[in-house]
C-alpha cells in the first residue's frame, strides 16, 4: 500500500521559517519524482517545488524562490520542503506528491500518489 504522511506543519509568525517533512512507503521511492503543493483557502492547488528521484533536478516557481528548499533522503524515503521568510500568503495545506519517472512537473493531474496534508498557517 502506497503511503505519503506529511509533517511539520503549524503556526508561524511572517519571517519565519517551517521544514516540513514527508515520509513515504509501499513504493521504490527513488524511482519517483515528488512534489510539494499548497491550496489555499478558496484557491486552486498549486505547485510549490518538484524533485526528480535522483535528486539532480529541481523545479520552484518564482513566488517561493529564494526562500523554499525541496531535498530527498532516497535511503530514508523521506521528502523534506524548508520553508523559509513566510508570509501570510503562504498560508495554505500543504501536500507532498509522487510521480512515477525522473521528470519533475508543477501539474497536480501528474502525480498519482497524495498524502493527506500538513496545514501552515502564517499569522502574527
Known amino acids: 500500500e502506497v503511503r505519503l504522511v506529511e509533517s511539520g506543519g503549524g503556526l508561524v509568525q511572517p519571517g519565519g521559517f517551517v521544514k516540513l517533512s514527508c515520509e513515504a512507503s509501499?513504493?521504490?521511492?527513488?524511482?519517483?519524482?515528488m512534489a510539494w503543493f499548497r491550496q489555499g483557502p478558496g484557491k486552486e492547488r498549486e505547485g510549490v517545488t518538484c524533485?526528480?528521484?535522483?535528486?539532480?533536478?529541481?523545479y520552484y516557481p518564482v513566488s517561493v524562490t529564494g526562500r523554499f528548499t525541496v531535498s530527498r533522503d532516497n535511503a530514508k524515503k523521506t521528502l523534506h520542503l524548508q520553508m523559509n521568510s513566510l508570509k501570510p500568503e503562504d498560508t495554505a495545506m500543504y501536500y507532498c506528491?509522487?510521480?512515477?519517472?525522473?521528470?519533475?512537473?508543477?501539474?497536480?493531474?501528474?502525480?498519482?500518489?497524495w498524502g493527506q496534508g500538513t496545514q501552515v498557517t502564517v499569522s502574527s
Open positions: 506528491a509522487a510521480r512515477y519517472g525522473d521528470v519533475c512537473s508543477g501539474s497536480a493531474p501528474d502525480f498519482g500518489y
Open positions: 509501499g513504493f521504490i521511492f527513488g524511482d519517483y519524482s
Open positions: 524533485i526528480t528521484g535522483s535528486g539532480g533536478s529541481t
